[in-house]
């Protein structure tokens, strides 16, 4: 989608720091990390956020929630990490195209 960024970062149009890619998702480090790790794990295609998934979405959610303990145990989170998916304005979404945040690397603050 023209002016959604994570489109762009997926075309390759804009550089970015990729951990991760496969035919469905890509995964690279947030630009403002908010904890000493801090990556985001985003679908090829654009999706609003999560309030938009459908039925026809069923595989590529698992795929994006499955992936994550990988990231984790590959970025070595042995502690444990937390996973963020921020869902509309009062959500505090700021970038209209679904990701999840994967942080850690140290105890974060209790929620
Ligand atoms: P959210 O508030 O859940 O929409 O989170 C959007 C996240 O995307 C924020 O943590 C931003 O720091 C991050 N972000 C925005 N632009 C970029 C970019 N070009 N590359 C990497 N991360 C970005
Ligand atoms: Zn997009």
Do not use: W
Not at 31 to 41: D, M, S, T
Not at 74 to 96: A, P, S, W, Y
Request: include cysteine; glycine fraction near 8%.
């Amino acid at each position: 989608m023209k002016n959604c960024i994570f489109c762009q970062i997926v075309a390759k149009e804009v550089p970015t720091d990729l951990i991760y890619e496969d035919d469905q998702i890509v995964v690279f480090k947030d630009i403002f990390p908010k904890a000493r790790i801090h990556l985001l794990v985003v679908s090829k295609e654009h999706v609003q956020s999560l309030a938009h998934l459908s039925p026809e979405h069923t595989s590529l959610a698992t795929r994006m929630l499955t992936l994550l303990p990988k990231l984790a145990k590959e970025q070595g989170l042995e502690g444990g990490f937390r996973t963020v998916i921020n869902t509309g304005t009062d959500g505090g979404q700021e970038i209209d195209h679904i990701h999840f945040h994967l942080l850690g690397g140290g105890p974060l603050p209790r929620m």
